[in-house]
């Protein structure tokens, strides 16, 4: 079956940025933003596979050298894989602040792994996608490394024209799903799969076929393919995309690296997933900001941007940008907005030794603008706000909430449309 012109576009967007996620579709492109993202580790993703019945290589993790060396020791192979285990892509080729180089080694002296792990843990890794100074490497999985004879391309993902998920594969795998659908179109393979009645086995068989799989291997492959559905249904995830689904010399189909995305709106039915979320690579801004449903994305100027819904967000850096200013970030309070979101909200913006100005721009259709109000006031005497602060606000409830405003006492600097807002922040800044 192979894909369209727009099935194509939409297959290059698998990969997208973590900001958002693209659906699959043969007629449309669907792009959803996503209320806050879960990040789990090469290893994690692993175990939640194998405790699926999936086949994934046998592996430990460990956090200290000598623990690697004794989980070496313990899987008893021919050769084994080495790999730090960091959030960032780029592994193999990145560089640790020790000198050694590479995240990802492969070795079949156990011994050998014992004296790699002491020049990754605790120390700091550097790739193309971490910051400048690296990350620093705190776990190492110790895994059986395989000999890939075959490389395919697998992923089920939620299609919202089809009203649930899908099953998109390559017997291309191992290499930018993008580019294979780019150059040869007819190299992708779709099966859309009935959310009541699962993935039937002809649709897996066929689909193992279709990636190439012969003989004793396809049927393999569709048990493996049925297995990754129950598991994408049972953790909520929104995509399971495996690359490679490979095949070894020795006659198994294995899933050698994946990646999965998770429905955060289901965090109250999988707490046990939602608990291995690691944070310690994010900013710890967005952290604290997620902690109270508040979207804060750091950038590198010196005006804050408050507002609520990331169209606004987007038009309200443009447009600070227009007039010359740059913006520090963008913190999107969302719909429902209670008083003390907007408090936190202050905190968190002031907390940045870079801002110079806070420009906040709201349009209240859900929020209450009187809402806003009475917390921007309880933060600028609270937090004895020291920079300067444009206030624009529209919609529900606004001549209450200019009221309060001006009644407040407070230096704040009203503006009367959002031109006007980033007009008199920019300048906030210059006189000083």
């Known amino acids: 079956m192979a894909a369209s012109m727009a099935f194509q576009a939409a297959v290059r967007g698998l990969r997208a940025a973590s900001t958002k996620q693209l659906l699959v579709s043969r007629n449309q492109l669907v792009r959803v933003s996503p209320r806050r993202w879960l990040n789990l580790q090469e290893y994690q993703s692993k175990k939640l596979m194998q405790d699926s019945g999936v086949t994934v290589q046998r592996f430990f993790v460990a956090d200290t050298a000598s623990e690697a060396l004794e989980a070496a020791k313990r899987l008893k192979v021919k050769e084994i894989v080495l790999k730090a285990q960091i959030l960032a892509g780029g592994r193999g080729k990145g560089v640790f602040d020790s000198g050694l180089k590479g995240g990802v080694h492969l070795t079949k002296e156990p011994a050998a792994v014992g004296e790699l792990a002491g020049k990754m843990l605790g120390f700091n890794l550097t790739t193309k996608q971490t910051p400048k100074e690296g990350v620093k490497v705190k776990t190492v999985m110790v895994a059986e490394a ?39 179109p007819e190299l992708i393979f779709k099966e859309v799969i009935d959310i009541f009645e699962g993935v039937r086995d002809d649709q897996a068989l066929r689909m193992a076929a279709n990636l ?19 598991l994408f249904l049972k953790v909520d995830a929104t995509q399971v995309e495996v690359n490679p689904l490979g095949e070894t010399p020795e006659g198994q189909v294995v899933c050698f690296d994946a990646k999965i995305n998770f429905d955060d709106n289901a965090e109250f039915r999988q707490k046990a997933v939602f608990a291995m979320d690691d944070t310690t690579e994010s900013d710890p801004l967005e952290t604290e900001a997620a902690k109270y449903d508040l979207k804060y994305i750091g950038l590198d100027g010196n005006i804050a941007c408050f507002v609520n819904g990331a169209g606004l967000a987007m038009a309200t850096c443009d447009i600070i940008d227009l007039h010359g200013g740059k913006p520090a970030n963008f913190l999107d309070l969302g719909g429902g907005v209670k008083e003390n979101q907007v408090y936190v909200a202050f905190k968190l913006l002031t907390a940045d030794p870079k801002v110079e100005a806070i420009l906040v721009n709201i349009f209240g259709g859900i929020v209450n603008c009187a809402i806003i109000a009475n917390g921007i006031t309880k933060a600028c005497r609270e937090l004895e ?15 209450e909430a200019k009221r309060i405003l001006s009644e407040s006492g407070l230096p704040i600097t009203s503006a009367s449309d959002l031109d006007d807002a980033a007009k008199k922040a920019v300048a906030a800044i210059a006189k000083k």
């Open 385 to 399: 706000l020291k920079v300067p602060l444009v206030v624009r606000l529209e919609g529900t409830n606004v001549q």
């Open 146 to 184: 395989l000999d890939i004879s075959r490389e395919t391309y697998f992923a089920i993902l939620m299609d919202r024209s089809c009203n649930g998920p899908v099953m998109v594969g390559s017997p291309q795998g191992g290499v930018d799903i993008e580019e294979v659908a780019a150059t040869t």
């Open 212 to 230: 190439g799989f012969k003989g004793p291997l396809e049927k393999q492959a569709a048990d493996q393919i049925k297995r990754l559905y129950e």
